[in-house]
């Protein structure tokens, strides 16, 4: 099973003292594969179901909800990082500024959505008819596809995938790829990837 291997290879990648000293832990790994794991292969008794990632070489899913955060597959292996960060995304900031307003977490999580539409995730898609309301999830958009296309540019990858309770509504994943081809002009190099929901939404980071 993927799931399996891809368990095995990050905790080959641990030393003896690193797993004594508590640096691996079930919780973490499992947080780290759930974003990606689960789009690669779902098995319903003995039939196995095809999902969103197991055509991809190289891949982002980025589950949207509190915070930010990324899972990255790269050659068909979920890339962790030389300290297994990779895809910690939320502590990252938008420049100088030492405040939490200004991570990616705020600006992406559910603070940075509510600041934009003045509604919470659940609110939003039932006030798209309100101009104020929508005006707010297009500019919303539109930063996550400036994130999302300078990222592009350091791992160019084919495929990504939106998750979190968010990314079950259609209208997010339009207004995402829209905004990303809005912005060809300023990334003549990009190559656009192919952009959709995870399949299981807010369950994309669980296994």
């Not at 990255?72 to 962790?80: S, T």
């Not at 705020?106 to 934009?116: P, W």
């Not at 968010?166 to 300023?186: F, H, V, Y």
Request: with cysteine; glycine share 8%.
């Amino acid at each position: 099973m993927l799931e399996d291997q891809i368990r095995k290879n990050i905790l080959n990648s641990f030393t003896q003292s690193e797993v004594e000293k508590g640096v691996y832990t079930d919780n973490w790994l499992n947080r780290k594969l759930g974003r990606v794991g689960k789009e690669y292969t779902k098995k319903e008794g003995n039939k196995k179901e095809k999902d969103n990632l197991i055509n991809s070489k190289n891949a982002l899913v980025v589950v949207l909800g509190t915070y930010i955060g990324m899972g990255i597959v790269i050659d068909h292996k979920v890339y962790e990082g030389s300290h297994l960060l990779a895809g910690e995304y939320s502590d990252a900031h938008m420049d100088t500024e030492k405040t939490f307003k200004n991570t990616m977490a705020a600006y992406f999580g559910k603070d940075g959505l509510e600041r934009a539409t003045g509604l919470t995730g659940k609110e939003l898609f039932d006030h798209l008819d309100d101009e104020k309301v929508y005006e707010g999830l297009n500019q919303y958009c539109q930063n996550l596809a400036w994130m999302l296309s300078n990222i592009q540019l350091l791992l160019d990858v084919d495929t990504i995938l939106i998750g979190g309770g968010i990314s079950a509504q259609p209208r997010l994943i339009e207004c995402i790829k829209e905004s990303m081809k809005g912005l060809t002009q300023w990334f003549p190099t990009l190559e656009e990837p192919v952009i959709k929901a995870c399949k299981f939404n807010n369950d994309a980071n669980l296994l």
